[in-house]
C-alpha cells in the first residue's frame, strides 16, 4: 500500500519541480497528481528513497508535457509568459530563488538542458541520480547543465531590490502608468525598458514588445487620455516570481499581474498578464481574501 505521508512530504518540492520546469501552475498540479496516481499503483514498500523515486517521476513527466506544450506555444497568440505566482495567493510553496526573469530564459533551453539545469543547480539533486533520472550517461548531463548555465546565467538576479523599495517603486509605478503621469514614469523607468504583456488571445493585450522609454511614455499617456473615466484599481503589492510587481482589476474588470524586472534602480522590463487561464489561482486567492474581509467588516458590525 502507498504511503500517503511519504508522498505528502515530497508534495511541495515536487510542486515547485513540476512549475519551473512547466512554467504553469495549473499543470504543475496536475503532473504532480499524475506523479501522486503511479505511486498509489507502486510496491512503494521496496522503494528505497521515495524523494528520488517521485523526482524521477514528475521530471519525466514533465519531459513529455513539454513535447506538446511546445508546439501549442508556436500558435500562441502574443507573448507567452509564465503564471504569475503571487506572494498573497497562498501558493508561497512553490516559490524559490528563480526569478521570472530567470524562468523566461529557461524557456529558451531544451528540455533536457532546462531539466539538468533545475535539478543540479536548483534543487541540488546528485549528478549520478540526474543521469538516472535523464536516462543520459554523467558525462552528458554535465555538458548540459553547463550548457544550461551559461545560457541563463545573464537573467540571474544580481542585486537584489530591499523588500520595501521594491514595494515602493511597484506602488509608484502603478499610479503613474494609471495617471498617465509621464514625469513621474520618467523617473522611473530605464532608457531601453521593454514591456511584454500575455493575453494569450483572451482579452486585449499587446501582442508585440513595446521598447524604449519614449514609446512606453506614450503608451500610457494615450491610453490615460482614452480611458480618463474607468482608472485601474490596486488590489495588491508585492512580489511575483521573485520580482516587485503589483494585482490590479484594470477597465473591464479585468484581472492583471504587473512584474518589473530593476537594473540600477530604475525600471528595465514590464511583465504583464492578463491571460484570464493563467489567473485562475490569483483570482480565487483574492476572491477568498475579499469574502473572509467582508465577513471580517461583517463580524465588526454586530
Known amino acids: 500500500m502507498a504511503d500517503a505521508r511519504a508522498f505528502e512530504a515530497e508534495r511541495p518540492r515536487l510542486l515547485r519541480l513540476a512549475y519551473r520546469m512547466t512554467g504553469s501552475f495549473a499543470e504543475a498540479e496536475d503532473v504532480v497528481q499524475d506523479a501522486w496516481l503511479r505511486w498509489a499503483r507502486a510496491e512503494t514498500d521496496a522503494v528505497a528513497t521515495p524523494a528520488a523515486w517521485l523526482t524521477r517521476v514528475v521530471t519525466r513527466l514533465c519531459l513529455d508535457h513539454l513535447k506538446s506544450a511546445r508546439v501549442r506555444r508556436e500558435t500562441y497568440v ?14 508561497e510553496a512553490v516559490a524559490d530563488d528563480l526569478t521570472l526573469t530567470l524562468m ?20 541540488d539533486v ?108 490596486l488590489l495588491h503589492v508585492g512580489s511575483i516570481d521573485g520580482l516587485p510587481g503589483f494585482v490590479s482589476r484594470e477597465r473591464g474588470g479585468v484581472l492583471q499581474t504587473t512584474t518589473l524586472a530593476l537594473r540600477d534602480g530604475r525600471i528595465a522590463a514590464i511583465y504583464i498578464v492578463r491571460n484570464p487561464r493563467k489567473l485562475g489561482h490569483v483570482a480565487t486567492a483574492f476572491r477568498q481574501t475579499a469574502e473572509i474581509s467582508g465577513k471580517n467588516g461583517a463580524a465588526g458590525e454586530d
Open 78 to 91: 502574443g507573448a507567452w509568459l509564465p503564471e504569475p505566482l503571487v506572494d498573497a495567493t497562498g501558493a
Open 104 to 123: 523566461l530564459a529557461l524557456e529558451r533551453l531544451s528540455p533536457l538542458e532546462r531539466a539538468a539545469f533545475l535539478l543540479h543547480d536548483v534543487f
Open 126 to 233: 546528485a549528478l549520478p541520480e540526474v543521469a538516472a533520472t535523464l536516462d543520459r550517461a554523467p558525462a552528458a548531463v554535465r555538458q548540459l547543465a553547463a550548457r544550461a548555465r551559461r545560457h541563463v546565467g545573464e537573467a540571474r538576479q544580481r542585486y537584489p531590490v530591499d523588500r520595501d523599495e521594491a514595494a515602493r517603486i511597484a506602488g509608484a509605478f502603478f499610479a503613474a502608468a494609471r495617471d498617465g503621469d509621464a514625469t513621474a514614469l520618467s523617473a522611473l523607468l530605464a532608457e531601453d525598458v521593454v514591456l511584454h504583456a500575455d493575453g494569450g488571445g483572451e482579452v486585449l493585450a499587446f501582442r508585440n514588445a513595446i521598447r524604449g522609454m519614449d514609446r512606453i511614455l506614450r503608451l500610457f499617456a494615450g491610453l490615460h487620455r482614452k480611458y480618463r473615466g474607468a482608472q485601474a484599481t
